[in-house]
Nanobody
Framework: QVHIVESGGGLAQPGGSLRLSCTASTTLHSVYTVGWYRQPPQREREFVAAKAGGGSTDYADSVKGRFTISRDNAGNTTFLQMNDLKLEDTATYYC??????????WGKGTQVTVSS
């Protein structure tokens, strides 16, 4: 069983920045893909960004150019740097770890609120 904890959420103003962290209870070997998802109020959970063990990245169109995902394959932490935050970025952000065999683990989320 892998445990995941997200942190770094909080309140930010439009145009501001936050950096989220996702800490796993296992070293992030290349067999894992790490992804960030978010669930805005009263909406479905949606994909934000992902980084595969081989290094490839993928972003939702809504965050391209503003968010950056990075990970430390020698350690157990993944980051989501969020710049130029917008009101519509308000959501609970979740981290998901997916092993190469398809097994997945989710964290419990961290709240991000963008408000003036």
């Amino acid at each position: 069983q892998v445990h995941i904890v997200e942190s770094g959420g909080g309140l930010a103003q439009p145009g501001g920045s936050l950096r989220l962290s996702c800490t796993a209870s296992t070293t992030l070997h290349s067999v894992y893909t790490v992804g960030w998802y978010r669930q805005p109020p009263q909406r479905e959970r949606e994909f934000v960004a992902a980084k595969a063990g081989g290094g490839s990245t993928d972003y939702a169109d809504s965050v391209k150019g503003r968010f950056t995902i990075s990970r430390d394959n020698a350690g157990n932490t993944t980051f989501l740097q969020m710049n130029d935050l917008k009101l519509e970025d308000t959501a609970t952000y979740y981290c998901k770890l997916r092993r190469i065999d398809g097994v997945e683990w989710w964290g419990k989320g961290t709240q991000v609120t963008v408000s003036s």
